[in-house]
C-alpha cells in the first residue's frame, strides 16, 4: 500500500530514481514508528524498572538511526557515475546495510553487559496490565514495519532493507520474549529480568554478525548466481556464428549495476568483418535488454576438423580420468616439421592446486601418439562463474 502512495512509478525497479524513492519511503516510515515505538517502551521500561524493556526500547531507538542511514545510503548510490567513479555508487546500500547491522552488534554487546549486571544486582519490577499492552501493541507495530521492508525488499532486490527486516524479526522476537516473561514474572513473582535481557541481547549479537557477512559478501565480490549465468549464457548462443562461450567474468557494482565480459568463439572462417559486426550488435543488444556493460573478446576456432576434433576429444577424456571436475577451452593444434604444440586452458576448481607439469605429466603418460611428439602448452584457469 506504501509503494503504491508514494513512490511514482513504483513498478520501474530498474531505475535509480524508482529505488532511491523506495529506500526514502522505507526510511522515514522507519523513523515514524521505531521513534514512537522506542519512547512507549523507553518509558514503561523506566516505570517498570526492567533492563530487558529498557534494552528493547534502545534497541528501537537505534533503529531509528538505520532508518536514516537507510535514506542516506539509497540517496548516495543512486548518484550518476563520474570520473572519479566511472562504475557508479551503487554500492552506497551495501556499505548502508553493513552500517546497520555494526549499529546492531554494538546495541546487543551494550545490553549484555548491563544484563549481567543486573543478574548479579537484581532490583524489583513493577509489572501491570499496561506493561502487557504496551508490549502488544509494540509487537503488532513491528509485525506490521517488518511486512513492509520484506516487501520492498523483494521489490527492488535490497540487501539494505533486508537487513531492515531481519533486525525487525528480531525486535518482534525479542518483544514477544519479554512479553510471556514479564507474564511468568507477573504470576510467580520471580525475578528473571536480567536472564532474559541478557537472552535477547545474545539473540541480537547473533543475529548481527550474520548480517555483517552477509552485506559484506557483496562488497568483497562473490561468485555470481546459477540464474544470472544461465540468462547470459544462453542469450549469447542465440546469435549466428555463435560456437560456444568462455572465460565469463561478472563484475557487480551494486544492484542492476553488472559489468560482464566474456570470450566468444566463432568459426575462423568466417568473414572476420561480420564477426565483428556482429559482436557489436550482442554488445548493444545486451546494454538495451538488460542494462548489462557487455565487453566481448572474440576467439576464432577450427569447426568441423577430424584431426583436431580427434585430438581434442582425447585430451578431455584423459584430463577427465584425471580429475572429472577439469574443463578446458581455447584448444588449438600448431602443427610443425618435428613435434606438434597441443595448447589449451585447463579450468581447475580453487579448492585444487593443478600444476601444468602435473597435467602435463599425466597426458603423456595417457596419450601416446603413434608418429609424433606432442608439447603440451597449458594455461591454468579458474572458474569465476
Not at 540517496?75 to 567513479?85: F, G, R, T, V, Y
Not at 566463432?266 to 572476420?272: L, T, V, Y
Not at 582425447?314 to 578446458?328: G, M, N, P, R, Y
Request: aromatic share 10%; with cysteine.
Amino acid at each position: 500500500m506504501l509503494k503504491k502512495l508514494f513512490i511514482k512509478n513504483y513498478k520501474d525497479t530498474d531505475t535509480p530514481e524508482v529505488r532511491n524513492q523506495y529506500g526514502k519511503v522505507a526510511g522515514i516510515f522507519g523513523i515514524f514508528t521505531n521513534l514512537i515505538l522506542g519512547i512507549i517502551k523507553l518509558i514503561i521500561g523506566l516505570i517498570s524498572n526492567s533492563v530487558s524493556i529498557m534494552a528493547d526500547a534502545a534497541n528501537n531507538i537505534a533503529d531509528t538511526a538505520s532508518s536514516v542511514l537507510t535514506i542516506i545510503g539509497f540517496k548516495l548510490s543512486s548518484k550518476k557515475p563520474d570520473k572519479e567513479h566511472p562504475y557508479g555508487y551503487a554500492r552506497y546500500e551495501y556499505v548502508a546495510g553493513f552500517v546497520i547491522a555494526i549499529l546492531m552488534l554494538i546495541m546487543g554487546l551494550t545490553f549484555a553487559k548491563e544484563s549481567i549486571v543486573k543478574i548479579f544486582n537484581p532490583e524489583e519490577l513493577v509489572i501491570n496490565w499496561i506493561t502487557y499492552l504496551i508490549l502488544v501493541i509494540a509487537i503488532i507495530g513491528k509485525l506490521i514495519q517488518m511486512f513492509v521492508y520484506l516487501d520492498f525488499s523483494k521489490a527492488i532486490n535490497s540487501n539494505t532493507l533486508k537487513a531492515n527486516s531481519i533486525d525487525t524479526r528480531n525486535d518482534i522476537i525479542s518483544t514477544t520474549a519479554i512479553l510471556i516473561s514479564m507474564i511468568i514474572m507477573g504470576i510467580f513473582h520471580i525475578n528473571i529480568d536480567g536472564f532474559l535481557g541478557l537472552a535477547v541481547s545474545g539473540f541480537v549479537i547473533y543475529s548481527s554478525i550474520g548480517m555483517i557477512k552477509e552485506v559484506l559478501e557483496p562488497i568483497i565480490g562473490i561468485i555470481p548466481t546459477e540464474e544470472q549465468v544461465k540468462e547470459i549464457t544462453e542469450k549469447i548462443l542465440k546469435y549466428d556464428y555463435v560456437e560456444g562461450i568462455h572465460d565469463l567474468v561478472i563484475h557487480n557494482y551494486g544492484v542492476h549495476n553488472d559489468f560482464v565480459t566474456v570470450h566468444v568463439e566463432i568459426d575462423s572462417k568466417i568473414d572476420i568483418m561480420k564477426a565483428h559486426d556482429m559482436m557489436d550488435n550482442i554488445e548493444k543488444d545486451f546494454k538495451d535488454d538488460l542494462g548489462i556493460a557487455l565487453t566481448i573478446h572474440m576467439d576464432p576456432i577450427v569447426v568441423g576438423n577430424p584431426k583436431i576434433d580427434l585430438l581434442q576429444a582425447k585430451v578431455i577424456q584423459a584430463l577427465h580420468k584425471f580429475d572429472s571436475e577439469l574443463k578446458i577451452h581455447d584448444f588449438r593444434v600448431v602443427e610443425g616439421i618435428t613435434h606438434t604444440n597441443i595448447l589449451f586452458d585447463c579450468i581447475i576448481p580453487f579448492e585444487k592446486n593443478y600444476t601444468q607439469e602435473i597435467l602435463i605429466e599425466h597426458l603423456n603418460k595417457e596419450l601416446i601418439p603413434e608418429k609424433e611428439i606432442y608439447y603440451y602448452i597449458i594455461e591454468i584457469d579458474r572458474p569465476y562463474c
